[in-house]
């Protein structure tokens, strides 16, 4: 509650101050009606630039605090509140280098967002911290014509085991190109519409449940990835 406080401040700090030309101007008490702090998007993000192949590596204990707060910075300054960020261990196949990567990143769900506004954050996180792409999810209800991909959340999987799992499976690499674990062990897919099958496959051998995932739909972008 204190840090949402401390947000709400900083965001009404910035209406007093006036905006830069270009930035959103979101209204926090009408974006989701009755609840303003209600997750509408996440965004997975980085600072690291390095290829880690030992699960054991320090680096993934880094908690990614100071990160956090300025990417959260970073969203404020855009009027988009940052309701949390989580920090997890992604799992990722690099084409370029040929092998899988560990990559201790940060999950941001982001409420009073839109599109343009994932776009542009996305954006500003890829350039500051010299990232190829970065993932935006938007949610979206179903039936939606924006929806192109699912938000697949699955407990009790760890990170070397869904590690090995993307690795033995080619399509699943290819598809998907990795996932994101949490501290407590709940893996975080997100999965074009089309690949669904190929999530669950991938689930299933990394020792989850597809009975005990959850599911959202919503709009996928990988924000500088080339089109």
């Known amino acids: 509650m204190t840090r949402m406080i401390a947000i709400g401040v900083a965001v009404l700090a910035l209406i007093a101050a006036g905006l830069p030309a270009g930035y959103a101007h979101a209204d926090p008490q009408a974006c989701v009606p009755g609840d303003p702090a209600r997750p509408q998007a996440e965004l997975f993000a980085t600072n690291n630039t390095a290829i880690i192949t ?17 990417v959260s910075a970073m969203t404020v300054q855009n009027l988009v509140l940052p309701v949390r960020s989580t920090p ?31 776009q542009r ?13 970065v993932l935006t999810f938007e949610y979206l209800q ?10 697949v959340e699955v407990p009790g999987i760890d990170r070397v085991r869904f590690h090995d799992a993307l690795t033995a499976d080619t399509a699943a690499r290819e598809a998907l190109v990795g996932g994101s ?36 739909y919503g709009k996928r972008e990988f924000v500088g990835a080339p089109q």
């Open 54 to 70: 030992d699960p054991a590596d320090g680096r993934l204990h880094d908690p990614l605090d100071d990160f956090s707060l300025q």
């Open 142 to 151: 179903a039936g939606d014509a924006g929806i192109n991909a699912v938000a």
């Open 121 to 133: 954050i996305g954006e500003q996180v890829r350039r500051q911290y010299g990232q190829e792409s």
């Open 181 to 216: 674990v949490t501290e407590d062990n709940w893996l975080m897919l997100i999965a074009d519409v089309n690949d669904v099958d190929i999530a669950r496959r991938l689930v299933h051998a990394a020792g989850g449940s597809w009975q005990n995932a959850t599911i959202q």
């Open 88 to 118: 997890v261990d992604g799992v990722y196949w690099s084409q370029d280098n040929n092998r899988m990567t560990y990559e201790r990143s940060r999950a941001f769900e982001l409420a009073c967002v839109d599109r343009d506004d994932l």
